[in-house]
């Protein structure tokens, strides 16, 4: 089992990226994914998960209206849609899978997890 996130990069404040988590050896549809970021120095913290049951999704409440995830199970990719982008939204940014039909932003009930991709918003 494999995730593999990309699309970090460096972004101006204001500015969007897309991040993708392509997986390999699971079927996405069947697992409910969330995202979680890192910034040095703090803790992993969840901020948007999608469910495989109903695909009902949570945000955290330091993106809600600005971020925005989704799942294309023919890709076997999910995605995190980012705008407005702010310097404290950077951090490495990692996907993650569990087998749990409810969303979760708790990082202990996921099983799966990807490497990881560096966000950085700054001018």
């Known amino acids: 089992v494999q995730l593999q996130a990309s699309g970090g990069g460096l972004v101006q404040p204001g500015g969007s990226l897309r991040l993708s988590c392509a997986a390999a050896g699971l079927r996405l549809k069947s697992y409910t994914i969330g995202w979680f970021r890192q910034a040095p120095g703090k803790e992993r913290e969840g901020i948007a998960c999608?469910?495989?049951?109903?695909?009902?999704?949570d945000y955290a409440d330091s993106v809600k209206a600005r971020f925005t995830i989704s799942s294309d199970n023919p890709k076997n990719t999910a995605y995190l849609q980012m705008n407005s982008l702010k310097p404290e939204d950077t951090a490495r940014y990692y996907c993650?899978?569990?087998?749990?039909?409810?969303?979760?932003?708790?990082?202990?009930?996921?099983?799966?997890w990807g490497q990881g991709t560096l966000v950085t918003v700054s001018s």
């Open positions: 999608i469910s495989r049951t109903a695909g009902r999704t």
């Open positions: 993650a899978a569990t087998v749990r039909g409810l969303c979760s932003r708790d990082r202990s009930n996921y099983q799966y």
